[in-house]
């Protein structure tokens, strides 16, 4: 049959995209994803659902794609991308933070007021009230409170207190950078991820079909607009619409394979060229971060209930009014016995990343992440790290990695050299098949998510973003899929803000 509608990938972004498309009994919509599909909450694996371990990320692991990642030259890791329904919101920390105020004003017909209303839509916040947040969205926004705050996490914040971080007690509340929890999309213990919110209540609408275990090869395009696609085993699907939801690693590797991007990378992979778009799988960010560690000041433990990721603190330190720096507090150790980890990450990188597409679709892009590449991301670095290593000592929980063991401080060369040994990943990329004007060179998409130059193409997810947030995007993808709802059925921001 044909579908009105028809998403590929059910992640966090085309989970919520096609729950909210099905509301409309008269739009029949096709979920498909790559991974697993289940039917039922309680049916996800034991380390999906628990809130307090990140098991489920691995990327040896059955429910992640395994992804390769030069950070920057001689430095490579790989990264977990979920491949199940739910995508990577079944698997990542559950941290449930918004882009800032900078980032959305700054994104190409895209405002922090014209997107409010729709982070609002989707959440239950059950801590804080009032216009900036929601109180009946599917998707429950809590902070770790009396026993499921940990011992550390009170020293964290006392310490920053003490190093002269101003309290940020609300961190999605629109306000100046500063030290507080985290919140979560937790639900008693259980990460509660997109297809949990918004996909499995809803089975039961004859609308609304979900397929799992499905790999898409390409999108058909008919001259200059998408008609279906085509799986991986020949199965051709058509539809009015064809909505990419894969996310930023596959969703340009999606556009490469139907011959949509860069002529001479799409080339030189031996693909095929059906349109011209330049952006596809270049100019994209991630957050560049180390991780110090230090013994766990909590010898019974913390709840099990509990998120790992209990507290953040932001710093502005006069370069980026909106707060650049991040350092992240796990108050959990990732293994048993072993040590707490502060997360230490730049927020607003100068670096830009591309990718390198391959003929087999089985073969995922080669991504260059090229971190620290300008003189002004390595500076950053040593200030957030350095910063981490005040906040540890205010607190008595460790020298940290700035000083020698004799208490000497490191100089610039030999931080920067640490840095480089322990760099990792945020594993945020956004910005592979960016927002922009038809004039921009790069854009792949207008403000309404429509592939310049395509009829009956859009793409739903962080790809899109033309630049990584300087808060993790998890809520912002939730946002995407929110706010592409009203855009594929024509309702306006006026109509969404109105008081039902």
Not at 216 to 245: F, Q
Request: charged share 20%.
């Amino acid at each position: 049959m044909s579908w009105d509608v028809l998403v590929v990938g059910g992640g966090s972004a085309g989970c919520t995209l096609a729950g909210r498309l099905s509301e409309d009994p008269g739009r029949r919509v096709l979920l498909l994803e790559a991974g697993s599909a289940v039917s039922d909450p309680a049916a996800f694996p034991a380390e999906v659902r628990d809130v307090s371990s990140l098991a489920a990320c691995d990327p040896d692991g059955p429910h992640t794609w395994d992804v390769g990642v030069e950070l920057t030259a001689g430095r490579r890791t790989r990264v977990g991308r979920g491949r199940l329904l739910g995508g990577s919101s079944a698997v990542n920390g559950a941290n449930h933070l918004r882009a800032t105020r900078a980032d959305l004003d700054s994104w190409s017909g895209w405002s922090f007021d014209a997107t409010l209303p729709y982070y609002v839509r989707g959440e239950r916040d059950l801590d804080m009230t009032g216009p900036l947040h929601g109180d009946a969205g599917p998707v429950p926004v809590v902070r770790p409170a009396g026993e499921l705050r940990a011992a550390v996490t009170e020293r964290f914040l006392a310490a920053a207190a003490r190093t002269g971080v101003p309290p940020e007690i609300d961190k999605n509340g629109d306000r100046a950078p500063g030290a507080g929890l985290v919140p979560a999309n937790v639900r008693r213990g259980v990460r509660v991820n997109a297809a949990m919110a918004y996909v499995l209540p809803h089975l039961d609408r004859p609308n609304l079909t979900v397929r799992g275990d499905v790999t898409v090869a390409r999108v058909l395009l008919d001259g200059d607009r998408a008609v279906g696609v085509e799986g991986a085993d020949g199965e051709r699907i058509e539809a009015g619409e064809v909505v990419l939801s894969a996310g930023s690693v596959c969703t340009p590797q999606l556009l490469a394979h139907s011959g949509i991007g860069p002529p001479d990378a799409l080339r030189a992979a031996g693909l095929p060229v059906r349109h011209e778009r330049p952006g596809v799988g270049r100019g994209y960010s991630d957050h560049p971060s180390v991780y110090l560690a230090f013994p766990s000041p909590d010898p019974e433990g913390i709840h099990p209930e509990a998120p790992g990721a209990q507290a953040a603190v932001h710093l502005d330190a006069g370069a980026d009014p909106a707060g650049d720096l991040e350092i992240l507090l796990f108050a959990r150790p990732f293994a048993p016995g072993g040590p707490c980890h502060l997360m230490c990450a730049l927020q607003a990188p100068e670096s830009r990343g591309a990718m390198t597409f391959s003929a087999d679709p089985r073969t995922p892009p080669r991504l260059e992440h090229r971190y620290l590449a300008s003189g002004h991301d390595r500076a950053r670095m040593r200030q957030v790290v350095r910063r981490a290593g005040e906040l540890l000592a205010a607190g008595g929980l460790a020298l940290g990695p700035t000083r020698t063991p004799g208490g000497t401080a490191l100089d610039d060369r030999d931080l920067d050299a640490w840095i480089t040994a322990h760099l990792g990943t945020s594993a945020h990329l956004c910005g592979s098949a960016r927002i922009g004007p038809a004039d921009d060179p790069l854009a792949v998409v207008d403000p309404e998510l429509r592939v310049h130059g395509l009829r009956g193409l859009r793409v739903v997810d962080t790809s899109v973003l033309p630049t990584v947030p300087r808060r993790g995007p998890a809520a912002t993808a939730l946002m995407l899929g929110e706010r592409a709802a009203d855009l594929l059925a024509g309702r306006t921001l006026a109509e969404v803000a109105r008081p039902s």
